[in-house]
C-alpha cells in the first residue's frame, strides 16, 4: 500500500467520485478495527482507556485508516484542549478520534462528517454508537454527509440553537495533501465557523516532493474571501505511515499542527 495523494483522485470532480460510490453496493463490505490508546493522564471520562473504531475497507476516499494527524491530534486534544460548551465540527472524519476525544472532554456537540457516501456515514454512526458509551453520545455526538464546499445548513440543525450559533472548534486531520480542494475545504470551514473559534489542522507531508502544495493551503487561507490567520504550534514524530514510499521518512512521520483563526 502506497500513501496519498492517488493524484487521479485529487483531481477528480465530485460527480466522478459519486460514480465510483455508486457501482458496487451489492458487493459485501470488508472492514477493520483499530483500538486507539488514550494517553495516561486523561482528564475527563478516565473510564474509557481505549476507544475501538471500525473503518470500512472499500468506497475509501483515503477513510480506510486512521491516520499518523488524527493520532496525534486525538493525543494533543485529551492533554490540552478544552472543549466545555464548545461545538465541534469534523470534516472528513474517518475513523473520527479526535472529535470522539473532543466528546469524551465534555464538548456541548460534536458533529462528526465525511464524503456523502451512504457506506461511509453508516460506518460514522456504526462508531458513534459502539466505540463509546452511550452516556457520551447520546443527543452530542453526530455524523453527517458532508461534502467540502457545500453548503453546511444541515450541519447546523444538531447544535442548541441553529439559527444563531456555530462551531467553536473545526477539526482537519490529514486533509490538505488533497491539494484540488484546498478551497472547498476552507469554504465549509469559513461558513461553520464561530468569530472566535479555532480549525485545528494536522497533517503529514506524505510526498515529501509535495511539500509547497501541501502548506498552500496556508496560503490560500491567509486570502481573501477566508481571510484566517495561521499559527504553526506543535510537531510530533510518529512512525512513517508508509515505510517504502519515497523521500525522508523523518518528513513523512512528522505530524504538523497548525492553528488557522479569524484575523
Ligand atoms: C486521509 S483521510 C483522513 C481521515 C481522518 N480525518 C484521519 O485523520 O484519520 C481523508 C478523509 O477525507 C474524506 N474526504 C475525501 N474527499 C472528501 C470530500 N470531497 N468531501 C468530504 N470528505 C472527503 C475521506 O472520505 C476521508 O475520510
Not at 486533509?175 to 465549509?188: E, Q, V
Request: glycine share 4%; aromatic share 10%.
Amino acid at each position: 500500500m502506497s500513501s496519498p495523494p492517488n493524484k487521479s483522485v485529487e483531481i477528480m470532480e465530485d460527480s466522478v467520485i459519486q460514480n465510483i460510490f455508486g457501482e458496487s453496493s451489492e458487493e459485501e463490505l470488508e472492514f477493520s478495527y483499530h483500538t486507539y490508546k488514550r494517553i495516561e493522564n486523561t482528564r475527563e471520562n478516565k473510564d474509557v482507556k481505549e476507544i475501538v473504531v471500525r473503518l470500512s475497507q472499500r468506497h475509501s476516499l483515503w477513510a480506510h485508516l486512521p491516520w499518523n494527524a488524527g493520532i496525534a491530534l486525538s493525543d494533543y486534544f485529551d492533554e490540552h484542549v478544552d472543549f466545555k460548551n464548545k461545538n465541534v465540527l469534523e470534516l472528513g472524519s474517518g475513523a473520527g478520534l479526535p472529535s470522539f476525544i473532543a466528546g469524551l472532554n465534555g464538548a456541548k456537540k460534536v458533529v462528526l462528517t465525511d464524503y456523502p457516501d451512504t457506506n461511509l456515514i453508516e460506518n460514522l454512526n456504526y462508531n458513534i454508537t459502539n466505540s463509546l458509551p452511550e452516556s457520551v453520545t447520546k443527543d452530542r455526538i453526530y455524523g453527517k454527509g458532508h461534502l467540502w464546499g457545500k453548503e453546511p445548513e444541515s450541519l447546523f440543525q444538531y447544535l442548541e440553537n441553529p439559527s444563531t450559533e456555530k462551531f467553536d472548534i473545526i477539526i482537519l486531520s490529514d486533509l490538505i495533501f488533497n491539494h484540488a480542494a484546498h478551497d472547498k475545504m476552507l469554504i465549509s470551514c469559513s461558513k461553520c465557523l464561530s468569530d472566535d473559534g479555532v480549525i485545528y489542522v494536522t497533517f503529514s507531508h506524505h510526498r515529501p516532493n509535495r511539500i509547497a502544495k501541501d502548506l498552500a493551503f496556508f496560503e490560500i487561507a491567509t486570502e481573501e474571501p477566508y481571510n484566517f490567520t495561521p499559527e504553526k504550534f506543535n510537531e510530533r514524530r510518529m512512525c512513517a505511515m508508509f515505510e517504502n514510499d519515497l523521500g525522508p521518512e523523518e518528513i513523512r512521520s512528522t505530524v504538523c499542527f497548525y492553528t488557522l483563526k479569524r484575523k
